[in-house]
């Protein structure tokens, strides 16, 4: 279950989102602390986040709401979302079910820069 205690020490009104009215999120497997992906969400995303207790982000490509796993059945359970000391960016804790990556991979940084 999601720990929603932040809502009454920081609330969703306290966060700094972008002239876009995006913040930055960071996923991060709440068992083995592996960044999983970044992404964007809006307040409506973080609202639908909020109540399903899974990841909704905003797609800044295809300019809309999306559920992550929706189509492919990868979803991400939230079960904390955590707030940086300048409120600009969230970090969710999640149960990831199958990868998180688009591409199959279990977490989107599988590369290594060289």
Same mark, same amino acid.
């Given at each position: %279950?999601?720990?929603?205690?932040?809502?009454?020490? $920081? #609330?969703?009104?306290?966060?700094?989102?972008?002239?876009? #009215?995006? $913040?930055?999120?960071?996923?991060?497997?709440? %068992?083995? *602390?592996?960044?999983?992906?970044?992404?964007? %969400?809006?307040?409506?995303?973080?609202?639908?986040?909020?109540?399903?207790?899974?990841?909704?982000?905003?797609?800044?490509?295809?300019?809309?709401?999306?559920?992550?796993?929706?189509?492919? #059945?990868?979803?991400? *359970?939230?079960?904390? $979302?955590?707030?940086?000391?300048?409120?600009?960016?969230?970090?969710?804790?999640?149960?990831?079910? #199958?990868?998180?990556?688009?591409?199959?991979?279990?977490?989107?940084?599988?590369?290594?820069?060289?």
């Amino acid at each position: %279950m999601m720990n929603n205690e932040w809502q009454d020490e $920081i #609330g969703v009104g306290r966060l700094t989102f972008d002239e876009k #009215g995006l $913040i930055t999120t960071v996923v991060q497997d709440a %068992m083995t *602390n592996d960044v999983l992906m970044v992404a964007w %969400m809006n307040a409506e995303a973080l609202r639908l986040t909020l109540e399903s207790e899974q990841a909704h982000f905003w797609s800044r490509s295809r300019g809309k709401l999306w559920h992550k796993g929706a189509t492919s #059945g990868n979803f991400l *359970n939230v079960r904390e $979302i955590r707030v940086d000391c300048d409120a600009d960016t969230l970090l969710l804790k999640v149960d990831p079910v #199958g990868p998180a990556c688009h591409t199959g991979e279990r977490s989107c940084f599988f590369r290594v820069l060289e």
